[in-house]
Each structure stands twice: as C-alpha cells, then as structure tokens.
C-alpha cells in the first residue's frame, strides 16, 4: 500500500487543480483567519500542509500522494492509483439511479475534496434534520480519509429511501465491534486526514463513528451496521433510517400469550351476555375492541419473526452491493476503452477554425484566459468534441478537457452536446448563447 506521505518528484504543480487549491485556502483562511499560513505562496503553503514534499538529500521536490488526490485530477491520480474511482448514486427504490455522478465523468475535477463537498451539499439540502445531515458527513469524511486508494472498487456512496451505503477498498484498523467505541485514531492516511482537519472537518481522537451511534440512537434510527468483506478488501457502513423496534424480553412475550388466551375466554363470557337484547349495542362496540387487541397482539409476534428476516436481508443487501460495486466499475472501464479513438475527420475543420486556433498551436504556454478565449471563440463556429479540439490545439485530450472545458462547463459558457449522458461517444462542447443574454 503506498503511503500518503509519498513524494511524487514529476509531479509539479501543473498537475494541480488550482481552482480547488483556492477553494480549499479560502475555506483555511475563514476558519483560521488570522493564521500566519495565509500569507504564504501556493508551493510553500501545500508544503505547510503536507500536499507538498521536498527529498533533502536530492534537493528534488514534487506533489505528496495526499496532495494528488485532494488537489489534483481525476486523469492525473490515476495515472498514479489505476484503481481510483469515487462515485455518489441516489435511487427511489427502484433499479434506475435518480442521480448519480462519478470521477470520471470529466465535468468536475474528481478529487476527494470537490467530492466531499459536493456531498455536503447534497446531504444538507436533502436531509431537513442538521444532526442527520452532520452524522452522514461524518461517516463520508471517515471513509475517504480511510480508504485504501490503491485497492480495487473505488469509494462509493448510495443513497435509497431507507438507508445510506458507505464503501471503500480497505479494512478497519482496528476491531470491527470497537469501531463505534474506539476512542485511539489508526490512520491510513494521515496527511490526508491533517488536510481535511486544518479546516476543522475531522479530529484524531477516533471518536468520530462513536458520536453517528449516539446520534442515530437518540432518533431511535436502527444501530448502524459495519461489514468487512476480507475477500474483496472492502468495508461497508449502512445507517438505516428506520426506527428501531422495541427489544421484547421472554417474559413479555408469554404475556402476550396469556392475554391472547385470556381475550379468547373473554369472548365466551360475551356469547352470554348478547343473550341480553338490549345490551347490543354496547357488546358490539366491546367485540371490536376485542377484535382490534387481537390484532395488535398477532402483529407484535410476527414482527419477532420479522425481524431475523430482516437481519438476513440487510447482509445479502451488503453482499450484493459489493459485488454491484465492481460490475459497475468494470463497466465504466470498458466504456472508457471503447471510446478511446482520437482519430479526426480532417474534412470536418475548416480554413476558419485552424486560423482561430493558430496561436495556440504557435505557443506551448498560453495564459488560462487566451486559451479559454480561443475554444470559446471555435465553439461560436460549431459544436467541437474533445479529439478536435486536441488536434486544433496541439494539446493532449485530457489537458484540454481537465484545464479548460470543464472549468467552462462549471462557468456555463460552454454545455455538453448530450448533458443527460456525460460519456457519450459522439459527445460535444457548444457555445451557450444564453450566457451572453445574461
């Protein structure tokens, strides 16, 4: 397992995503305000921080693990860790995802701090309690600074009407039944958890799971559930948000027992008194209130039966979901190998678009601002897929999309072609007229 600490010497900060470095010191400086680290240049204060590392005795330097994968880009970590994969998916119940989106769809950084934030905000907008809310991000900080980033089936959250599923590749460091009492912190990351603490979102006292349990159980929800699956090196976390039902000692069941015996002679007692014609009134409102006591009493025992159903029925959940897991992961890869064709129909660029984009081609090193104005620019001409752009800029696929489009993509001066299928495989930029109406 590679540690987080690594130094990736060819690594430098062009590898970065600068927008979710200003992000993150923006969010530094407003809970550490008067911190003398703000004042300090990007490669010194990533040093301060631990996304930067330096080798004293070859005087060489370059981005830590940590910083890769809280800074960087999703083409660029996994290049690094081939097995990287984050995803979030949202059902109603059903086998179709409501919303879902991954790492790789190309139109956000996929980095694990623009990953946890996005979750925040889907969290704090769904759930109307803010000790829910505050409980499943809790869990969501604990399995990305624990995750295992090298191991196979990627960090992935879902999301049904009862339930929310946390898993991530690698297992507990410490024992299972200790997890939501533990009060030691063994950290398998332990720059990424100082990154995500200087911004007060994480402690190392251990005691993060401890205080989901206690919250869970003061809204009487099901005690949260750990699976550690050791075939697949994974580790599965579901908060159900059912109530709990009420634990029934021996006793109290055989008082049940006796009351349902007890209602079945009082029914007896009742077939004598409806001898009495003008009692029938009142012996009819009695047999229904029997009848409902009945009821309660049948559906109370079943729901002990129930209840070890519902036990097996929360494992097999797991089991499938792990094995949903990698099927969905492998898929992904497959699609990623069918459209890896950068082939262009040179017939399809014309005089107009190769001139537009001349300087880019003249020049290696071009301001974000001229570049973004050159594709903007292509774009007003005809929609462009991402192999044309390459070919009109010189540039690679992946850095014209990781540097330029997607941050056009989030300013909404460009929109996909096909925005309801991000990996389409005749997917587009084109120019959004509706931002110059604005």
């Not at 660029?349 to 003249?362: F, G, M, N, P, V």
């Not at 990996?423 to 120019?431: D, R, S, T």
């Amino acid at each position: 397992m590679l540690q987080d600490n690594l130094i990736l010497e060819h690594y430098g900060l062009n590898e970065l995503n600068f927008d979710t470095i200003k992000s993150y010191r923006d969010r530094f400086a407003e809970v550490k305000p008067a911190h003398p680290w703000n004042a300090l240049e990007t490669k010194e204060f990533l040093y301060k921080v631990g996304a930067w590392g330096k080798v004293r005795d070859t005087h060489k330097e370059g981005v830590t693990l940590a910083g890769l994968l809280l800074f960087s880009e999703e083409r660029i970590i996994t290049e690094v860790l081939p097995q990287y994969f984050l995803e979030y998916r949202e059902s109603k119940g059903n086998e179709e995802w409501t919303d879902r989106f991954t790492s790789q769809d190309g139109t956000w950084s996929g980095n694990i701090f623009d990953f946890y934030f996005h979750i925040h905000e889907i969290v704090r907008n769904s759930e109307p309690q803010p000790s829910i809310a505050s409980s499943l991000t809790e869990v969501l900080i604990n399995m990305l600074i624990h995750a295992d980033y090298n191991g196979e089936g990627g960090v992935i959250l879902e999301k049904q009407p009862s339930h929310y599923v946390f898993s991530n590749p690698g297992l507990l460091l410490v024992p299972t039944d200790s997890v939501f009492s533990n009060t030691v912190s063994q950290l398998r990351n332990p720059n990424i958890v100082k990154l995500f603490s200087l911004l007060g979102l994480c402690e190392r006292s251990g005691s993060g799971l401890k205080k989901v349990k206690q919250n869970w159980s003061l809204h009487h929800y099901k005690t949260p559930a750990i699976d550690q699956d050791v075939s697949m090196h994974r580790t599965v976390v579901m908060l159900s948000l059912s109530t709990q039902e009420r634990q029934v000692s021996s006793s109290e069941k055989d008082t049940y027992n006796t009351s349902i015996t007890d209602l079945g002679n009082n029914f007896k007692d009742v077939e004598k008194y409806q001898n009495t014609p003008e009692n029938d009134v009142e012996i009819d409102s009695y047999n229904k209130y029997l009848i409902e006591e009945l009821k309660s009493y049948n559906n109370d025992v079943n729901s002990y039966n129930k209840e070890d159903n519902y036990c097996n029925s929360e494992i097999n959940l797991y089991n499938n979901d792990v094995n949903y897991y990698n099927n969905n992961y492998n898929s992904y890869n497959k699609e990623q190998e069918e459209d890896s064709s950068n082939s262009v129909n040179v017939e399809d660029i014309d005089t107009k678009l190769w001139d537009i984009a001349a300087l880019a081609r003249e020049k290696k090193r071009l301001s974000p601002n001229q570049m973004e104005h050159i594709i903007l620019e292509l774009c007003k001409e005809k929609p462009l897929m991402l192999k044309e752009f390459a070919y009109l800029l010189e540039r690679t696929p992946d850095g014209v999309r990781n540097n330029y489009l997607t941050k056009l993509l989030r300013k909404g001066q460009l929109q996909l072609k096909y925005p309801n299928q991000p990996n389409h495989p005749k997917q587009a930029y084109l120019f959004n007229k509706k931002d110059i109406e604005k």
